[in-house]
């Protein structure tokens, strides 16, 4: 069942908001820089997050947890300068704001000043109400995360789905709860049940972005890199390829390759 599609020139926390009132489902996709930002905007896409992934789909970290303030400064600004439409979101990195709600005011504020963006994404509940009290005091968008949240990989021991016994989603939901509370606009849920996902988009006013959450929520999120097939490595349940970029690009630089060992490139008209 698709809704009434209301057009926004600019995508605002309170447009995404209002997308759930009115039953229209949120596409939001990852991106990391200025050339693929244009593409996914200029595609009409509701919401970019520059997420911590960076760490690994740009550097090659096996984790979220290496990649600095900086970095995610430098990603946000470039992806910034590449939209005119929507909604970008950056998250705060690891150790920039756990437990210390006075640092993650003044990470957000960085965030904030130096690259542009919309907003700041955190991972976690009830642990860091009080930074996300702070933040949304400051007049900061905050969009949470729960379920799978990838910087506490070491404490989780592995990337399997989250929230399948009852403790753990009785304290998912009382945390999504919680979040829309404290003033957050958004959740992301990443890897739980979808039948727990359903619930949770039930029980709260504020949008619900599924990755591995099933259909039953207020919006989808993926990685572009996984979206766009541009590596085999990663084949999660919950991933569906778009495109083979993989296949495409590896055709093309082989094509180069051969151009320019035949002398083929370039050519007379390509030449000055
Ligand atoms: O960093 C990221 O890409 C994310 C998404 C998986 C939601 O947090």
Redesign the pocket.
Same mark, same amino acid.
């Given at each position: 069942m698709s809704a009434v599609r209301k057009e926004y020139k600019r995508v605002t926390t309170k447009s995404i908001v209002e997308m759930k009132a009115n039953g229209e489902k949120i596409s939001?996709l /990852?991106a990391y820089d200025y050339t693929f930002a244009k593409l996914l905007d200029s595609a009409g896409i509701d919401v970019l997050?520059v997420?911590?992934?960076?760490s690994n789909v740009m550097a090659g970290h096996e984790t /979220?947890l290496p990649i600095t303030l900086d970095q995610m400064i430098y990603h946000a600004s470039s992806v910034v300068r590449g939209v005119s439409r929507a909604l970008i979101v950056v998250?705060l990195p690891f150790g920039t704001y756990q437990s210390d709600p006075k640092k993650a005011l003044r990470s957000a504020i960085r965030i904030m000043k130096e690259s542009g963006a919309h907003a700041i994404?955190l *991972?976690g509940g009830k642990e860091e109400a009080e930074s996300i009290k702070r933040i949304v005091n400051a007049g900061i968008p905050v969009m949470g995360?729960l379920g799978l949240t990838?910087q506490s990989i070491h404490q989780f021991g592995s990337f399997a789905l989250r929230a399948k016994e009852e403790a753990e989603a009785q304290k998912l939901k009382e945390d999504a709860k919680l979040l829309e509370q404290l003033g957050c606009f958004a959740i992301?849920l *990443?890897k739980i049940p979808a039948t727990l996902a359903e619930e949770v988009a039930k029980s709260v006013h504020i949008p619900i =972005?599924g =990755?591995g959450a099933g259909s039953a929520v207020d919006g989808q999120?993926?990685?572009m890199q996984d979206m766009l097939g541009m590596s085999n490595e990663f084949q999660p349940r919950f991933l569906r390829k778009y495109a083979n970029l993989q296949e495409v690009i590896t055709n093309a630089v082989s094509h180069y390759i051969e151009d320019v060992k035949s002398v083929d490139f370039p050519n007379e008209k390509e030449q000055y």
């Open positions: 939001m /990852t997050l997420g911590d992934s960076a /979220t998250d994404k *991972e995360h990838p992301v *990443e =972005i =990755i999120v993926l990685v």
